[in-house]
């Protein structure tokens, strides 16, 4: 009578229950080039913003950066930031100072064009009773009108 063997009295298969703990290395390296791909895309588009928001630069001009950014990126970007670097500072440094004059004008003419509150108001008719530039019948006549409003 023939003899048939489980597979549980073969004894050990090679690599059977063995358990790997440790990542493969390469996803390791794919997670350490995934920040540096960050970096790289990140340069370009700061580079590409730069290239087309330069005033000093005319299309053509700003068309061949783009290219030659674009087609020998590791020499492009090396060679725009050894030729342009300088300037690339001074464009931003001037832009935020246009956008912060910008915004100050704006909140200073919203601050200017807007009415003034009722305690703006009741405080201002104070310091004229105070200084006696109105009487005290006329500053409870208008704090009335202030206040009805």
Do not use: C
Not at 8 to 17: I, Q, Y
Not at 91 to 104: L, P, T
Not at 137 to 145: G, I, N, V, Y
């Amino acid at each position: 009578m023939p003899v048939i063997h489980s597979r549980a009295d073969a004894g050990p298969v090679p690599g059977a229950g063995t358990v790997s703990r440790s990542p493969p290395a390469t996803s390791l390296r794919r997670r350490r080039n995934g920040s540096g791909r960050f970096v790289w895309i990140w340069i370009l588009i700061w580079i590409f913003i730069d290239i087309f928001r330069s005033r000093d630069l005319s299309g053509w001009a700003k068309a061949l950066w783009f290219l030659f950014v674009l087609f020998i990126p590791l020499i492009g970007v090396l060679v725009y930031l050894i030729v342009r670097g300088d300037s690339m500072h001074e464009r931003a440094v001037s832009q935020a100072r246009q956008q912060d004059a910008e915004i100050r004008s704006y909140v200073q003419q919203a601050a200017a064009d807007s009415p003034a509150s009722s305690a703006d108001q009741l405080a201002k008719l104070a310091d004229l009773r105070d200084r006696g530039v109105i009487s005290a019948e006329e500053f409870e006549r208008e704090k009335a009108k202030v206040l009805a409003a």
